[in-house]
């Protein structure tokens, strides 16, 4: 395509994705000066559509940035009042006792919330303090200066024709320059990874570990519903098969979060994950919960497990990387938004000051040193061992030696040390030859649905005339190293059924990519074994469009 003549505009800061991290470093930036120039720019259509978490939060992130969030009205109302945790077997479960666990596993003070509605009601407040927010828009490029440095980004395009021309209604979108850029896109974001690639930010550091969260939303009888309550569970359905556990949290209005994580570390490529989350409802304990209820949303995203050992160097010449474009979620815990709007008040604070001396388009390595030495970081510290010791030694080895390590750091050491992940996701998959294949029942339509069914709850729109934004480094790897090496593993990893090998009688197998039913899980792009996947940013304003997530 020719080059193309944008507009600019100019801003203090520039930030890519209106999660927690992001609206977060929006406010800091205005609380600190109501004069300072902030756009945030999100690919929803609307701020909270992409936003998908469990999630019980932890309030200390808001306490920081909003500590009169009470008397603002925030969506958080929901107190946990019950905390539970069961080993499931097929049939039974055992429960294990709260007191032998850490202090920092204890839910006491926290809050389940829709992380959807928390991020709507955080950019409100963002916009009353000036902030100016724009949904719809997707940014597909990153902008360089004079030196290298990241001075903005492209945000807007639209009209281009699924062949890359462009269409009759083409937009080339603008150009939005900042003094310095934030990206808080989120897991495994597309502009966050060309910079990491481009100023190698994960040189020496573990790599990235995963996991997908599937999630949906019921309504029950009202006479099982116990709002504040908070189970979680472990073992069947995934047993050796695979890393995960679930998670039951019961909100307002006779309403419940049901869902499932599976680790994407797993060896076995014929493991589907989408329906271990289907058979794990049909246990005893979950199935007479949701019986007589219905479902009324589904979603589903990646997690970023690798923590502490494997954030990237946060920080490059005029840009940041904020929240899970780091990885700042507490594996055992199973929380990350506190993390994530700390990083942002961070960033916020190197920003402001580095502007107020006068500095811009260099590294606010002050950010990076108050998330690896302050909150966030002693955070991912204390539990930096368990997810190794899960992913090499299985669950039964990381509760006993995991839960022994979190004890001890709780008093300020390990005799551990730092622990090493060793392979990436993608590198873990072995070969379908070496693994049994798994018969997954199906779906009975009452308590377990088929994928594409459960996509259109997710309320995911794509405009099919544009072109496909997952693409391949190499179309025929599909076909010719996935399939016949890894029995096809794209068909089963995607909890959206984008991917699919047809086969016609006569004819060489076919892999089509359904683009139109994709979540923006990034899933593909982690756990693809040959790494062919990218998965890059539709036009803006397309993909699911969550409720109360």
């Known amino acids: 395509m020719a080059e193309v003549e944008r507009e600019a505009m100019e801003y203090d800061v520039v930030i890519v994705g209106a999660g927690p991290a992001g609206l977060s470093a929006a406010i800091r930036l205005k609380q600190l000066d109501a004069d300072c120039n902030v756009v945030v720019l999100e690919k929803g259509s609307e701020v909270g559509a992409h936003i998908?978490?469990?999630?019980?939060?932890?309030?200390?992130?808001?306490?920081?940035?909003?500590?009169?969030?009470?008397?603002?009205?925030?969506?958080?109302?929901?107190?946990?009042?019950?905390?539970?945790?069961?080993?499931?077997?097929?049939?039974?479960k055992i429960r294990v006792p709260n007191f032998p666990m850490p202090p920092l596993m204890n839910n006491h003070g926290n809050y389940i919330v829709s992380m959807a509605n928390v991020c709507r009601w955080m950019a409100e407040q963002a916009e009353e303090l000036g902030v100016e927010i724009f949904p719809g828009m997707s940014c597909s490029e990153l902008v360089c200066g004079e030196n290298g440095e990241i001075k903005g980004v492209v945000a807007g395009e639209f009209g281009i024709n699924p062949?890359?021309?462009?269409?009759?209604?083409?937009?080339?979108?603008?150009?939005?320059?900042?003094?310095?850029?934030?990206?808080?896109?989120?897991?495994?974001g597309s502009l966050s990874k060309q910079v990491i690639a481009k100023y190698d930010l994960d040189a020496g550091k573990e790599p990235q570990k995963y996991g997908l969260g599937m999630k949906e939303i019921w309504e029950i009888d009202p006479a099982k519903h116990k709002e504040g309550t908070v189970t979680h569970t472990m073992g069947w359905p995934l047993n050796k098969n695979?890393?995960?556990?679930?998670?039951?949290?019961?909100?307002e209005n006779n309403q419940v979060y049901v869902g499932f994580v599976v680790h994407l570390g797993y060896k076995n490529p014929h493991v589907f994950p989408y329906m271990e989350f289907q058979r794990f409802k049909h246990h005893p304990m979950v199935a007479e919960l949701l019986k007589g209820g219905k479902r009324v949303a589904y979603g589903a995203r990646a997690i970023t497990e690798g923590g502490y050992q494997s954030m990237p160097?946060?920080?490059?010449?005029?840009?940041?990387?904020?929240?899970?474009?780091?990885?700042m979620v507490n594996v055992p815990r199973i929380k990350g938004n506190h993390n994530a709007m700390l990083s942002g008040k961070a960033a916020a604070e190197a920003?402001?000051?580095?502007?107020?001396?006068?500095?811009?388009?260099?590294?606010?390595?002050?950010?990076?040193?108050?998330?690896?030495?302050?909150?966030?970081?002693?955070d991912l510290k204390?539990?930096?061992?368990?997810?190794?010791?899960?992913?090499?030694?299985?669950?039964?080895?990381?509760?006993?030696?995991?839960?022994?390590?979190?004890?001890?750091?709780?008093?300020?050491?390990?005799?551990?040390?730092?622990?090493?992940?060793?392979?990436?996701?993608?590198?873990?998959?072995?070969?379908?030859?070496?693994?049994?294949?798994?018969?997954?029942?199906?779906?009975?339509?009452?308590?377990?649905?088929?994928?594409?069914?459960?996509?259109?709850?997710?309320?995911?729109?794509?405009?099919?005339?544009?072109?496909?934004?997952?693409?391949?480094?190499?179309?025929?790897?599909?076909?010719?190293?996935?399939?016949?090496?890894?029995?096809?593993?794209?068909?089963?990893?995607?909890?959206?059924?984008?991917?699919?090998?047809?086969?016609?009688?006569?004819?060489?197998?076919?892999?089509?990519?359904?683009?139109?039913?994709?979540?923006?899980?990034k899933t593909c792009d982690i756990k693809d074994p040959s790494q062919n996947i990218v998965w890059t940013t539709p036009q803006g304003g397309d993909g699911p469009n969550y409720p109360n997530m």
């Not at 469990?54 to 107190?79: F, H, R, S, Y």
């Not at 695979?242 to 909100?251: D, E, K, M, Q």
């Open 52 to 92: 998908l978490s469990g999630a019980v939060l932890d309030p200390i992130g808001l306490d920081a940035l909003m500590p009169d969030w009470k008397e603002k009205g925030a969506p958080i109302k929901t107190k946990v009042i019950e905390d539970n945790f069961y080993m499931l077997g097929e049939a039974g």
């Open 313 to 327: 160097k946060m920080v490059a010449p005029g840009v940041a990387l904020l929240g899970c474009s780091v990885g």
């Open 242 to 251: 695979a890393g995960g556990g679930s998670f039951i949290y019961h909100i």
């Open 163 to 188: 062949d890359g021309t462009k269409g009759d209604n083409y937009e080339p979108g603008m150009e939005l320059h900042g003094k310095y850029v934030f990206l808080s896109e989120g897991v495994r």
């Open 382 to 521: 204390k539990v930096r061992n368990v997810k190794p010791l899960w992913s090499k030694y299985g669950l039964m080895t990381s509760l006993a030696v995991g839960g022994f390590d979190m004890w001890t750091n709780t008093l300020g050491f390990s005799l551990l040390g730092t622990l090493g992940h060793g392979k990436s996701d993608a590198e873990a998959t072995e070969k379908a030859a070496d693994h049994k294949k798994i018969d997954y029942p199906k779906p009975d339509g009452k308590l377990s649905f088929d994928r594409l069914t459960n996509v259109a709850f997710s309320f995911t729109n794509h405009d099919e005339n544009q072109p496909a934004h997952l693409t391949l480094k190499d179309p025929s790897v599909p076909v010719n190293v996935n399939l016949p090496v890894y029995a096809g593993p794209s068909a089963r990893y995607c909890p959206a059924g984008v991917y699919e090998f047809v086969e016609e009688e006569g004819k060489d197998p076919r892999f089509v990519i359904n683009f139109q039913n994709c979540v923006h899980c």
């Open 351 to 378: 920003a402001f000051a580095a502007i107020q001396a006068g500095r811009s388009g260099d590294e606010l390595s002050e950010y990076e040193t108050d998330v690896r030495s302050g909150e966030i970081g002693k």
